[in-house]
T-cell receptor, first 115, second 113 residues
Framework: ETGVTQSPTHLIKTRGQQVTLRCSSQSGHNTVSWYQQALGQGPQFIFQYYREEENGRGNFPPRFSGLQFPNYSSELNVNALELDDSALYLC??????????????FGEGSRLTVL | AQSVTQLGSHVSVSEGALVLLRCNYSSSVPPYLFWYVQYPNQGLQLLLKYTSAATLVKGINGFEAEFKKSETSFHLTKPSAHMSDAAEYFCAVALGGDDKIIFGKGTRLHILP
């Protein structure tokens, strides 16, 4: 069973740039959720993708966008980066409609630093 | 909207002592509740979950939590702390199995030798 993998693990960008983070979901999972975890804080829900459609969104501006592909992998895109976007971005996969609790399986995250 | 509040951003206990991490939830309907653990530079790992079955839930690594509706609480306990338990612990809530999971701010557990 392959776990959730994220890339890149670390990256540095400057204000105004754009970034794309990638996530491969766990085998058998059909849903991907993205979270932003600022230093010393809990993960904040960005959005969730199910069957290639956005299925729920947290309190994040439109410059945060995403995609889910037919193989259930996903991308998080952030445009016009701001200093406050510096954080650990966590991807989590789950099985929606599987009759269980939708337990999230997390990757180790992509740490973004915006200078 | 559902939310969780974790009391105490830092908790220190001696090795071998009882661990108690507090979590209170707010939800308009019976919630699903979770405890996750995060070790340094890693993602989150599920410790245990409550899904409206037994109110006392046992998880991995000797942890357990009790759902108390009257107190809207879901506190995490472990009878005897081990050095390897030092980590950040997050309480989380969801409205159902397919709902988004909302996390608390976390409690960092320190184990004293």
């Amino acid at each position: 069973e392959t776990g959730v993998t994220q890339s890149p693990t670390h990256l540095i960008k400057t204000r105004g740039q754009q970034v794309t983070l990638r996530c491969s979901s766990q085998s058998g999972h059909n849903t991907v959720s993205w979270y932003q975890q600022a230093l010393g804080q809990g993960p904040q829900f960005i959005f969730q993708y199910y069957r290639e459609e956005e299925n729920g969104r947290g309190n994040f501006p439109p410059r945060f966008s995403g995609l889910q592909f037919p193989n259930y992998s996903s991308e998080l895109n952030v445009n016009a980066l701001e200093l406050d976007d510096s954080a650990l971005y966590l991807c989590a996969s789950s099985l929606r409609g599987g009759g269980d609790t939708g337990e999230l399986f997390f990757g180790e995250g992509s740490r973004l630093t915006v200078l | 909207a559902q939310s969780v509040t974790q009391l105490g951003s830092h908790v220190s206990v001696s090795e071998g002592a009882l661990v108690l991490l507090r979590c209170n939830y707010s939800s308009s309907v019976p919630p699903y509740l979770f405890w996750y653990v995060q070790y340094p530079n890693q993602g989150l790992q599920l410790l245990l979950k409550y899904t409206s079955a037994a109110t006392l839930v046992k998880g991995i690594n000797g942890f357990e939590a009790e759902f108390k509706k009257s107190e809207t609480s879901f506190h995490l306990t472990k009878p005897s702390a081990h050095m390897s338990d030092a980590a950040e612990y997050f309480c989380a809530v969801a409205l159902g199995g397919d709902d988004k999971i909302i996390f608390g701010k976390g409690t960092r557990l320190h184990i004293l030798p």
